[in-house]
């Protein structure tokens, strides 16, 4: 196959890619030219969606497009009305952001969607991530109807992730020593390791497979996290479970200040619970985190070490407690 990816240098582009050169396709990548391809048999055309720079896709013909950078609506209208007489499938990489989550749980592809945000003056926020996603999602669906594969994958985790979430965890166990956590072992969270994702996302492509799949991971605990990230790095570093009460007692800010971890309540819980049936009955495999802690430390070691030129920093980025920080509240959770 002939597959275009626009974006594919960096996290889950940059696995979609990998995936698809290991099955013999020949792959064109779109992008602005700021990071080298780190591949030699991968045409590269440059570009700027942001100006609306997509004179390097005109006559040009491919058999599917793998859409990963298109988060506002106008961007994904445009490639999408360009491309449409010149490719045959179009897949978008969404997100599992878009839907209302519902506090019963159960959540799956019928489940109701945001709002879309078609606002193309707005600012980009956070807040608006999924409703924009919806919006581009009805784009992509309204330039190639019957045409289109929408791909909702969750949080996800793996080599080259540039979100500090997964990987500060990974850091921290690896590091040692005594290491607070979050809630309970029981405190859900929910990962999908982006090699899975990108050889899915290939997979459905080469099937020239339409309709809305959510690529989500298994529902887990944090308690599996560490345990992942002990068995991954080799650690030997001892959890004190922090309680909920002390965590938001001081402050500390779920998600960012706290990778991942989300306070115990109806709609948190629901939203590491989505459903990925449908994926996997079309042939979503999914690897143990253990392997997805093991490879995300050796590749972070070696971007530590400098031996490959990879920023860590990009889009949202989870900070992460200072040593400082968790050092007082262990103290707090068991004074001396």
Partial sequence: MRILALGGTRFVGRHIV????????????FNRGQSPLPWGDVEQLIGDRESGDLDALRERAWDACIDVSAYLPQHARASAELLADHVQRYVFISTASVYVVDPAGGMDETTALLPAALDEAAAVGAELYG?????????????????TLIIRPGIVAGPHDPTNRFTWWVE???RGGEVLGPGTPDAPVQLVDGRDLGAFAVTLAERQTTGIFNACGPPSTFGELIDACRVGTGATAQVTWGSEQLLLAHGVEPFTEMPLW?????E???FYSMSNAQARAQGLELRHLADTARDTWEWLRAVRAGEIPEPIAGGFVARGLSSEREAALLEIEHPA
């Fill in 18 to 29: 990998e995936a698809a050169r290991s099955r013999g396709h020949v792959v064109t990548v």
């Fill in 131 to 147: 409703a924009r996603k919806v919006a581009c999602e009805q784009e992509v669906e309204r330039a190639f109807p019957g045409r």
């Fill in 172 to 174: 921290r166990l690896a």
């Fill in 262 to 266: 989300l306070p115990d309540e109806p």
């Fill in 268 to 270: 948190n819980r629901a």
